[in-house]
């Protein structure tokens, strides 16, 4: 059964800093793509960050380039998202995932991955 858990989530001030992880089980996890993605009260979920098998390809939304930085240790078999200079705008239940399908143009696209976890909030105070 594969379960996926995610932590590090809160509540910061504008500008400060939150680490994310989501420890991984049940799955070969260096054979799949993880990403990041959030979603705000009423808007639909989506990709904050993606990152490939071996950790050298990623993909970042417009929205956190520059300020995020995702991360995987395949050995822990755990997937980080570092984000800086947090702003209110991303302040939502931020979530972890992990596909099969690694191929493809699309691959960091919410529809492209199989497993979830629960979610964490992320909230940025102004």
């Known amino acids: 059964q594969v379960q996926l858990v995610e932590s590090g989530g809160g509540l910061v001030q504008a500008g400060g800093s939150l680490r994310l992880s989501c420890a991984a089980s049940?799955?070969?996890?260096?054979?799949?793509?993880m990403g990041w993605f959030r979603q705000a009260p009423g808007k639909e979920r989506e990709t904050v960050a993606g990152?490939?098998?071996?950790?050298?390809?990623?993909y970042y939304a417009d929205s956190v380039k520059g300020r995020s930085t995702i991360s995987r240790d395949n050995a822990k078999s755990t997937v980080y998202l570092q984000m800086n200079s947090l702003k209110p705008e991303d302040t939502a239940v931020y979530y972890c995932?992990?596909?099969?399908?690694?191929?493809?143009?699309?691959?960091?696209?919410?529809?492209?991955?199989?497993?979830w976890g629960q979610g964490t909030q992320v909230t940025v105070s102004s």
């Open positions: 990152i490939r098998g071996n950790g050298h390809i990623v």
């Open positions: 995932a992990g596909g099969r399908t690694t191929y493809g143009s699309r691959w960091y696209a919410v529809d492209n991955y199989d497993y």
């Open positions: 049940g799955l070969t996890f260096s054979s799949y793509i």
